[in-house]
């Protein structure tokens, strides 16, 4: 068994089961001897029933107290016998485990798992009531089923009554448990409590536009054999496990074959990051559980780039399980992972589960976040204050600027505005915005990557600053021809700079092109149908037309599903509430934030930017399938500014 080092000495976060119902998995997956996964080692139960259906097992957990003890339950395995096993793991005798701690098992473990446990092995008094996840347990089912009169669940479990028992219970005291549901999922949920449990925010937003949560989730729970078969709620229930009712591992017959494989060396034991591990060997299966639920894109990408670089390219899987009922994230629609069959799952806490093929048609990669060959000097609080005087005065002297601009370069209304606007803060431009279009970076995470080389079109691309957000390898490696497109002749020229230093001119070309301006568009660039992605970064909220912008991406693009639109930009309103449908379409829920959301518009209008509403969006969907990716949403302070703070976001659509 390789085992590595142990960061951490956090007992909190010990908890002694696998929130994962291992019979889809197998169902789906069959995995035999040759197949090697990579998982989350949480309690060791999801490792340790792959091992026992006969794959080899790599299992990382960022949390020290997992692999802490994983390792202790696998060194039982191998040198107590069943007898004994059983009792501490499942009948929580831990005065055996004391004993045998010192006795036998301490020699056989790895240093980091010697330091944890000599810390907490004389304190220890229950492995299922372990940390808070088990407290929590332990407060539910001991605590508060008594005092609002649900003592009936436990007693029904432990006095192993049937199925049908438990379900007539529940409807004798049916407006009790919907007291119970109702603060759990108003007051508990909603407010964060769920997180004491290790439920991270992002994970429960993926619920918000339900209702019920917690409500269903019982529901689910009470149609399961918690007294034979549902060992996820018995153990937590009952505070112990029976022989019938219990994880694989803790099966006579199960015991044996795990022991065998732990003999063989089949398991790796790993404390850190699924990127750290995931570099070390050949997989064929990477069992994510649902820890991808709470990452932002860049991290799946991440993630997901370096799975892609270690899985067998033929036999290569993923598996996943989610709180949201469609994918939750870009880069994981773009692997078009099949929906499972996950119906009586016993852990009922999911609202579905994914699989897809590792096959190359998409290509992940990790994104930078600028070139070696660029130099942009950061902004000082002066320099700031005086890029920041310059947009705020530009609407006082817009006129007078704006035709200056247009006899000299001889261009249109709206593109003399845009270049009397940049003209003076092309050189800080880049440096200021940093910390100001934080959708930018998203959106590039967001971006799929074909096989095939693609053709991009960046409407707005300014200075050019968004290609950055890809290596210089990448982009040629992924993009046949990438243009620049914007109306600010200065802004193209810091552009034209970039691309050279960067040795990128085969490939990159910035056009001076009014994208609305179909005749100008048709003549600059002549790609119609022919385009794989069209993108609008902070661009489509400075441009008059917007239903006319996006219809001429439309025509660029490839129909159905071939073509990609992509905007990042401010919102007028947002955030995982109007992406998951609370609120109106905008996501305001109440006066407050209307008010708010005006406030924003009026400060923001001034500059010529427009925030973005659903309205915009939905005059396109016969070409565009807005649902078919989700959005991303997120609040940012404004430079010089705290007190506003607008919604940023991402908005990706395949053609239809």
């Known amino acids: 068994m390789t085992m590595f080092k142990i960061v951490g000495n956090d007992y909190t976060y010990i908890y002694n089961v696998s929130w994962e119902d291992p019979r889809i998995d ?36 960022f949390n020290g107290a997992q692999i802490a003890l994983t390792e202790a339950k696998a060194a039982c395995c191998q040198h107590i016998e069943f007898e004994e096993f059983f009792q501490i793991f499942a ?3 831990i005065d055996l485990f004391r004993r045998k701690y010192f006795e036998v098992i301490r020699s056989h473990l790895s240093m ?36 609002l009169g649900l003592g009936f669940i436990r007693r029904t479990v432990v006095e192993e009554q049937s199925l049908d028992a438990l379900q007539s219970e529940c409807k004798k005291h049916q407006r009790r448990l919907k007291v119970f549901c109702w603060v759990v999922d108003k007051l508990i949920s909603n407010l964060g409590g769920a ?92 069992s994510l559980l649902d820890h991808m639920d709470w990452m932002p894109p860049f991290m799946i990408n991440e993630e997901m780039y370096w799975l892609q670089q270690r899985m067998d390219p033929k036999r290569g899987r993923v598996f996943w399980r989610s709180f949201s009922e469609g994918v939750h994230s870009a880069p994981l629609v773009w692997l078009k992972p099949m929906k499972v069959d996950d119906t009586g799952d016993r852990v009922a806490m999911y609202w579905s589960t994914w699989m897809a093929k590792m096959d190359g048609s998409i290509r992940f990669d990790l994104r930078t976040r600028n070139w070696p060959t660029t130099q942009t000097k950061p902004q000082g609080f002066f320099s700031q ?97 990438i243009y620049v497109v914007d109306v600010s002749l200065s802004l193209l020229e810091v552009a034209q700079r970039r691309v050279e230093a960067a040795g990128l001119k085969d490939i990159v070309e910035c056009v001076f092109c009014d994208f609305t301006d179909k005749k100008m568009v048709a003549e ?5 149908g022919k385009c794989d992605l069209v993108t609008f970064s902070y661009s489509l909220s400075m ?16 129909p159905k599903g071939e073509g990609i639109l992509g ?90």
Not at 468 to 481: A, P
Not at 543 to 558: N, R, Y
């Open 26 to 61: 197998h169902t789906v997956l069959k995995c035999t001897k040759d197949d090697h996964v990579i998982t989350i080692a949480s309690a060791g139960c999801n490792a340790f029933d792959y091992l026992i259906e006969g794959a080899r097992v790599t299992a990382v957990d």
């Open 195 to 286: 997180m004491l449990a290790g439920v991270p925010s992002r994970q429960l937003e993926l619920g918000l536009h339900r209702t019920d949560n917690f409500q269903t989730v019982f529901k689910r729970i009470c149609s399961t054999d918690l007294v034979h078969d549902n060992y996820f709620y018995y153990g937590y229930i009952a505070g112990e496990y029976s022989e019938t009712c219990c994880p694989q591992y803790l099966k006579r017959d199960n015991f044996y074959k795990l022991r065998e494989a732990l003999n063989a060396g089949r398991l790796s034991l790993f404390e850190g990051t699924l990127v750290d591990v995931c570099k070390k060997a050949v997989y064929t299966v990477a």
């Open 112 to 147: 980091p798992s010697q330091r944890f446990w000599d810390s907490h092995i004389k304190s220890l008094k229950s492995v299922l009531y372990s940390g808070t996840s088990g407290f929590l347990a332990w407060l539910i089912c001991r605590v508060i089923f008594r005092f």
């Open 385 to 481: 204050l005086s890029t920041g005087i310059k947009i705020v005065t530009f609407p006082l002297m817009k006129g007078m600027i704006a035709r200056r601009v247009a006899q000299k370069h001889n261009i249109a209304e709206h593109a003399s505005k845009m270049e009397a606007f940049y003209e003076s803060q092309k050189d800080e431009y880049d440096a200021f915005r940093e910390n100001f279009l934080h959708a930018r970076s998203w959106l590039a995470d967001c971006i799929p990557l074909k096989e095939q080389k693609m053709v991009w079109i960046d409407v707005g691309g300014g200075t050019g600053r968004n290609l950055e957000f890809f290596s210089v390898k990448t982009i040629r490696e992924r993009f046949s021809k």
């Open 91 to 93: 009948k929580n005798d």
């Open 567 to 656: 905007v990042a930009d401010f919102y007028y309103g947002g955030g995982r509430r109007a992406s998951r449908g609370k609120g109106d379409k905008d996501g305001i829920t109440n006066i407050l934030t209307r008010i708010y959301c005006e406030a924003t518009r009026l400060w923001f209008k001034q500059d010529g930017v427009i925030l973005l509403k659903q309205d915009v969006f939905d005059a396109m969907r016969f070409k565009f399938d807005f649902d078919a990716v989700p959005d991303e949403k997120f609040r940012r302070r404004v430079p010089l500014l705290p007190i506003l703070r607008p919604w940023h976001g991402v908005v990706m659509a395949p053609t239809r």
């Open 524 to 528: 600059k660039l002549p790609l119609h």
């Open 543 to 558: 441009i008059p037309d917007k239903v006319g912008a996006l219809d001429t991406a439309a025509e660029l693009l490839k």
